[in-house]
């Protein structure tokens, strides 16, 4: 029996899958209009003081006196005279803090003279570990503090692309995308494809489906010894614009190919996720004893991999869920240091706000019960600034 008389169906399911993408992409389409209305883009909440005292590391009281003074920027009050301040006006109070206040460098915490650009995967073999999330508020915090970031999309499925306010199947169906840096044929340089945010400070080169591209177009490439390999392609793009940036935060993709490794090689250092179930951590198990030996035969072709740094988070911890922190323990038992102390806690105000493509940063506090946020941003803030102090130390700067 040949194939058309099995499945008699095939092409009506084929026309059907289609109909059903296109239906779900307006509808989606849709959605992100009516959520982001009047812009056609999505922007920035305002800041409260106590936001931009904890952000600056500046008190309440100085933040006041220093207006009163005229040292600082005049900015929004809402109804009831509160200040309301914007990212860049954060950025520059940040700036005259830096020149007049003690210990100025303390409020410029980015790249100084010989430091080097610190490029960073956050990863994981499986897919609904938290590495988009985690990314993105990695890498929203640390544009808030003061760092100039570059996030990178690294996965075709562009998650971090849409969570920045994007289409990529209908705005980079055919070209915008990372992959017009790395692929083998006509590459551009990457500053064509970097875009600027909603966020100050923070710049992203976004994702789309073609980025699938690389992985077969990779496979060829090593037959034919293109160069340069896929070993460099990254790295030899970001040295274009290393320049304007602290940190470069990749979202890789849930598996370990070639597009993973790209990301990878041209790293100075990795972030693990690793949800806290037996499953997750077998799944994670797999994935080093892959990445070990993929990195093992890379160093015999291309030399050392030098990584600053290697450090795991539990995702997705749920404290009260005993055989979770079972398995957090266990992991700290066994890969001591290298795990954050800090969790990042699974949370109703992280997937309650990922419905209209927005992070806890992005919430309007009105929003969201203020116990419920509270506890969030104490966890994601707690990973932020635990794993900047692995960023400092990377610089080689002494961390409290």
Known sequence: MNSKAEFPGAKSIAASISANAARLSDALNHHMRNSFQPESRKTLRKFHPAEVSELTGISMSNLRTRHQEGDFPDVETDSRGRRLYSA???DQIRQVMARTGRNGEAYLPGRRDGDALQIISIVNFKGGSSKTTTAIHLAQRYALRGYRVLAVDMDPQASLTTMFGYRPEIEFAESGTVYDALKYEDPVPLSQ???????HNL???PAGLLLSEYETETAYALQHKVDPPFTQRLAIALDEIEA???????DCPPQLGFTTMTALLASTGLLITVVPSMLDVASMAQFLEMAGETVRTLEEATGPIDWSFLKYLVARFEPTDVPQSQMAGFLRSILLDQVLNTPMLKSTAISDAGMTQQTIYELEPSQVVKKTLDRILESVNGVADEFEKTIQQAWGRTVA
């Open 244 to 250: 304007n940036y602290d940190l470069v935060i990749i």
């Open 88 to 90: 860049e006006e954060i």
């Open 193 to 199: 494809v970097v875009r600027k945010t909603y966020f």
């Open 203 to 205: 710049d992203l080169a």
